[in-house]
Each structure stands twice: as C-alpha cells, then as structure tokens.
C-alpha cells in the first residue's frame, strides 16, 4: 500500500486543573491515545501543560516540580506503544534555574529537549519572573539528565530516518522573535515546526497569532502546529482560549475556534511531501541553508518510523475543488481585476513595440474569445486608441449555432469593434475537394480544416491591416493539447495562455459585476454596458464547444468538449496541483477524491486522471512551440522558463501506478 507523503496531526489543548499533576497527565494520556487512535503521527500539547501555564509562583514549589517529573515518566511509561511523536510543554530545574521548555516523547522515550530562548517580559505573558532564556543553559551543556538517562538538550532537529520528515520546537512566543528559533530550524533543516504555547487571549490576539504562523509556515515553506493552553488555567487576571492552528506553506488547514470548556483536538494530514518539493524549487532556501553557519550547530535526533498516510485512509483536510481561485470572494474578485490588467497591459505593450495598428481576433461566442475580446478592447484604451482599432471577425462554420453567433455580433456592437463576417464553409468544401476527403466523414479533417481555416483568415487579415492576429486558447487547453495544431493553437500573441478555464469564467462574471454594472461600473466601457452584460450571461450559460460538428436537429450545440475530454474542473485541479508540487498519481487521486467526494465517484475521477495524464504527456509537443502569451498566476506552462519537458515523454509509469 503506498503511502500519500503526508502525515496527520493534531494540536491538543486539554482540560486541566492548576497544579494537579496527576489530574493533568491522565487527560494528557486520554487525548493523545485518542489522536493516536484516529491516525496521529504527530501530537502537540500546550506549554506547560502537566502542571498549567497559569501556576505563578507556585514554579518555585518544589512540589509542584517533583510531581511534574512523575507525571512525565508516567506518560513516558503509557506510550511505550505509541509510535507517534508527542510534544510535551513543560518546565525543568537546570543549574539553579527554572528553564521554560518542550520535550519529544515517542515510544515511551524523551528524544530531546528544547528551551524557549526568549521569556517575556511584565507587558506579555511575564514568564521572565519564573523562567530564564534557553541559550543561557545552552552554553553550558548538551544533554540533561532525567530518569536515568542523558537527554539531548538544545537546538535539536528530529529526524524519521525513513521518510526524511525533520521536527523541530519551537516554544510560546519565541514564535514573535525578530530572528525566530523556528525560522532557524527550518534553515537547518526542519520541516514542521511545533509550538507548544501558553498565550492569553486579549481582543484581537488570536488574529495576530494566526497571521503570525501562517506567515512563518509561508516563509519557511514548513508546516506549523501551534497548541495553546486553554479555558481551565487560572482567570486570576487573563484568560487563555486553547487556541490551535495548524498551517502549511502559508494556508490555513485547521483552526479551533472560539473558547470551550472541554478538552480539544484539532486535526489535519500535513503534505510534507509537497514541503521538500517545495524547497528544492526554491533555490533561495538552499543557498541560505549553505551559507547558515548556526545550521551546523544543530544536533540531529533519530526517531524511529513516524506512521505515515496510507491511500486506503479517507484524509482529514479539505482540498479546494478550484484551487486557481481563491475561496474568500473579495480576493476572487482581487485576482480576477488584477489578472484582466496583466492581461491587457501585456497586450497593449505588444501591440505599441510591434508597432501595430489592429489587434485582429476570431469571436466565437464561446469563453475563449469573449475573454480575449474584453482584454483587446482595454487594451486599446490603455493606449488612448478606440474600440475600433480592435477587428473582430466571426467566421461562422458547419458547426456554429445561432446562439452563439448572437452573442459574438451582440458583443462586438457594445463593444464598437470594427466588426467583420467571414463564413467559411465554402473555402473549408473547396479544401475538401482539393485533398479528397468526402464532407459526410466527420472526422478529425473535418474539423482541423475548419479551425486552420480561420487561423489563416486572421492572420492574413492581421498582415492586410499592419496589425497581429491575437490568439485566444487558454491554459486548460494547452494542458489538455485541446487545439488544433497551426489551428487555433497558434497565433502572434496569445492573451489566455495564462487563464485556466475555471478562472476565465469567475474573470467574466466578475467583469459583468464591477465593471459594466453596480455603482463603480465604468459607463465609458462599451456602447451599452446593459446588452454587453447581458450577452456575456449568456455566454457563461453557454456550454463548452469549439463548434466544428453540426449541431443537433435543435439547432443547438451537439460537441461539447467536456463530454470528450471531461470536466475543466478536474482537469484544472490536476493541472494545478501537477505542477505546483509534482504529486504521485495516487496522492493526486486521493486529494481528488477528498475534494469532489460529493460529486463524483472513485473511478470517475480515475477515469479522467488517466485522461489527463494520456493527453498533457501526448500534447507537449504543441507547447514546445506555442506563441508568447502573459504569466498571470503561479502555474504555467510557457517553454521559455516554467514547463520544460520532452515531446515523446511516456505516461506510463504515471498511469500505471493509478491501475
């Protein structure tokens, strides 16, 4: 059974009672049997949770003290089965001082211990009152002794020797530090950080903190469990919320919410995985690595085997279903405007270093063109040139149907594009005529002929007018190898290269919404911004299609591209997350089928995985040399520096292993 390169944890935040040890250690032993149960790897618990972070002076009692370190060995002795790694927030008697500090346990032994390094003064927690910094008992020495044995002491990295996966500690608010030990750890090596924590809650805290590790889990291209203590220490003078996040690479995956009055568990799978992969792309992070003369001085701990996330365990994190959007709406909307001005100042710089008169395009009806259309239009504005110079041609074929020719002419109008009708069914049967090939065979010549046929068109119209044909495929069919070759697959520039088909439609609807209506719409767009919104809604109806075969006895479409190459939806999930981080086939299934579980089933999304596997390795060749088009987002698959792989690669190591 594969494993998925994922590992799931789980951040801990139990009840208590201030001061009782034994209280304390049992339910410590209930939540972690119980994380372990459900497929826990890694287990972080509050800081300072056997005794209450909230105990004050209380941690100059010897007592207090002693009956911690019986509670320690106690839990030590419980998991001797349990493989998982356990983060223990606790404090010890070093060398006349008491040392705030975290401790890994797994299978019953204590791997190592980590110092916080900088205790907080009266204005934060004020643990600086009971607990001196790490670094001062770090100079002095490299292992403590507890319970009979020489505990490694400092700045440790634990290591699985099997899958790499690297832990480091990182306590409390040593998170905040200018110059964070978790940033530190990372650079020497840690994958995933784990912060045992003690912090009050005050307004607006829990806002900060999130922020805090989502930013450090972005910069250091780590995953992050953060565990806080909780609702049950003291309320002498603050409260603490047991506040738990769990964060990778930047995104959120997991968050309590909300102060409870019960023990709680907070899970997620964490894709190391994709973390490593991550970091070899990114040279900066080896070459701060290789010049970190502190990344030498870290010991390195072996644990034994961590479990890991076999392809038979349903996940326990949600995966985006269009992972090129954004789910929060308003930065959908942020995206969509910032990527239509990348767009269009891409094209309006190309067409003034050309110096090109026209901006020529073919206008279907369909997305493609519609989005290309918009994008000329402003390109055209942002040289203070008009509408007219853009020359939208409709070349109706044996496929066309009436609604779309409808929307094409309606859009062109508002637009006040010079508009051109250039049919082309009588070229395409002469063409048939001159090779041979019988018009009643609907066959891939029949429908190559067609989109050659137009490409020709504009692009001998873009040399009549001293203008450049403008292409119009976007980024899913790129992947997919979905165009004609020399067909619609080429053109002089191409402003949708960069353009998922999910995210043109959420461009196009957020384009009818803020640009040509509501209060800041922009009046001076198109003739009639109403009729121009109301034929892009129709287009956003309309299905897919590239409208080479005859429509139905309706009249309407009967080819529609996601009946022959399936839903854009998934393709664009694969696409993203293929080249964003290089899954297996079978880790890519199971986040698949972790994100659509609602509405398809195991051997549906197989089906249509083997099919984009078949088709994005068979069509490489038509990227090889496809025209220049604009980066808009993080994914793309332009040769000239973000996708580079050969013509004849062979899928099948990739499609076997979903068989």
Known sequence: MNNLGMIRVAAASPILKVGNTEFNSNEILRCAEEAYGKGAGIIVFPALCLTGASCGDLFFQDSLCKNQLLAINKIALATKKMGAALVLGTYLRIDNHLVKCAMLLQ???IRGIVPKYYPTGARGSGDSRWFSPGAEIEHSRKTIALFGCQIPFGKIIFRDPESGIALGLEIDEDLFAPTSPGAKLCVAGAHILCNSAASPELVGSSMRRRYSILQKSRDCLCGYIYASAGTFEST???????HCVISEGGTLLKESSGLSFDSRITYSDLDFEKLVNGRIGTTGFGHISMESAEASSYMEEELRVLPLL??????MRAFSKTPFIPEKESLARENSR???EIQSAALA???SHTGSKK???????GLDSTLALLVAVNAMKLLNKPASNVIAITMPGFGTTGKTYTNALSMMKALGTEIREIPIKEAVLQHFKDIAHDPAVKSTVYENAQARERTQILMDIANMEGGIQIGTGDLSEAALGWSTYSGDHMAMYNVNAGIPKTVMRVMIKWFIDFVLTGPNQDTSFSKDNKKLAAALLDVLNTPVSPELLPPDESGEIAQKTEDKVGPYILHDFFLYHTLRQGPSPVKLLAMAKSAFNDEYDEEFIRHWLKIFYSRFFAHQFKRSCAP???KVGTV???IRGDWQMPGDGDASLWIKDLE
């Open 107 to 109: 299978n019953g032994l």
């Open 338 to 340: 910032e990527a239509f």
């Open 359 to 365: 901006a020529v395009l073919g206008v279907s009806g």
């Open 628 to 630: 220049e088009g604009p």
């Open 236 to 242: 002498s003078d603050q409260v603490y919320s047991g």
């Open 636 to 638: 793309s698959l332009s």
């Open 349 to 351: 710089r190309r067409l």
């Open 310 to 315: 076999r392809e038979d365990v349903p996940l």
